[in-house]
């Protein structure tokens, strides 16, 4: 249910005051917060955010028209930037992807967010929707840059899924991120990994 009635849509022009983006961080760091102390997206209230930010829950009505939509922004504020790949080989370009993949899980507020967002998955459609074109859908699409440029330039055999490899690198990190907590992503899991799956699709002659 909307949470400011049938005021104008939070991209449009309000009354009063210009919207504040320092209170808007504000806003955001203090929903991170709460989320990196644990607490579900479910248990999150208006109230609670408004106090954890030391703003009144007017001033997040103003933004926001509703919670999904707080996280939402919050989503998208808390995706760091992409690495930036050496481009030298296809090994070294995924060591870099799925060290980003590990470094993401060790964080606290990353790993946090991750299963908070996989616990709305059914209840909140919107929230996953969100997620997935923010985090899941640009890092899968650099994955598969990598592996079309290994296949392109003789790194990777020519007849192997793309899509279907890309879930092998990826799986073990997401893996040990959200169905095994008590496994650690311990440093060098990358290499381990990518030299592992490698060794199996290089082109014969390169072996």
């Known amino acids: 249910m909307s949470l400011a009635g049938s005021r104008p ?6 009354r009063g005051r210009p919207r ?15 989320i990196e102390e644990g607490v579900p ?12 930010a030391g703003v009144g829950k007017a001033t997040i009505y103003r933004r926001w028209d509703n919670k999904e939509d707080l996280f939402v922004d919050v989503l998208r504020a808390a995706e760091p930037e992409g690495p930036e790949l050496p481009g030298t080989s296809l090994r070294e370009d995924l060591v870099v992807l799925l060290e ?28 996953w929707a969100a997620y997935h074109s923010t985090v899941v859908a640009p890092r899968r699409r650099l994955g598969l840059e990598v592996l079309r440029r290994g296949q392109e330039n003789g790194e ?11 879930d092998i690198f990826v799986g073990p990190l997401l893996v040990r991120s959200m169905l095994r907590p008590d496994a650690e992503l311990e440093e060098g899991l990358a290499e381990q990994v990518v030299d592992t799956v490698l060794e199996g699709l290089r082109p014969v002659s390169s072996r």
Do not use: C, F
């Not at 993949?101 to 929230?127: E, W």
């Open 156 to 166: 990777l055999r020519g007849d192997v899924d793309i899509e279907l490899m890309n």
């Open 20 to 34: 504040s983006e320092a209170v808007e961080r504000a806003i955001i760091e203090g929903v991170m917060k709460l």
């Open 9 to 14: 849509h939070r991209d449009l022009p309000t």
């Open 41 to 52: 997206l479910a248990d999150l209230s208006i109230e609670r955010i408004a106090r954890t």
């Open 100 to 127: 980003s993949l590990r470094q993401r899980g060790v964080a606290t507020r990353s790993s946090a967010i991750l299963r908070n967002v996989y616990a709305q998955i059914k209840s909140s459609p919107k929230i």
